[in-house]
Nanobody, 128 residues
């Protein structure tokens, strides 16, 4: 069974930075693309970024392009999300999840229904 544990959230002022970590159970990064989602209060889960396990190719939502960077450390079974130039609208609970359809993510958008195992999330709050 795949386990995912997020950490690194917190309270930061607009313009600041945070780095989120997603530690996965062993070999997970070898078999699955891993995505980051966020959920603001009263809203659905929004796909933010994803990294494929085959070649490390990445996907970013338009709302975070140029500000967020996803990366992975395979020996540490960890996927990171570096978030810079944070805005109040980035506030939400951030989750990582495994892509249901394998190692390569090549879809035009990230949909929560296409992801299977989920962590419990880490809260990110950006004040204005």
């Amino acid at each position: 069974q795949v386990e995912l544990v997020e950490s690194g959230g917190g309270l930061v002022k607009a313009g600041g930075s945070l780095r989120l970590s997603c530690v996965a159970s062993e070999f997970t990064l070898d078999y699955y693309a891993i995505g980051w989602f966020r959920q603001a209060p009263g809203k659905g889960r929004e796909g933010v970024s994803c990294v494929s396990s085959t070649d490390g190719s990445t996907y970013y939502a338009d709302s975070v392009k140029g500000r967020f960077t996803i990366s992975r450390d395979i020996p540490k079974n960890t996927v990171y999300l570096q978030m810079n130039s944070l805005k109040p609208e980035d506030t939400g609970v951030y989750f990582c999840a495994t892509f249901l359809f394998g190692r390569t993510f090549a879809m035009p958008t990230m949909e929560a229904a296409d992801f299977g195992d989920w962590g419990r999330g880490t809260q990110v709050t950006v004040s204005s």
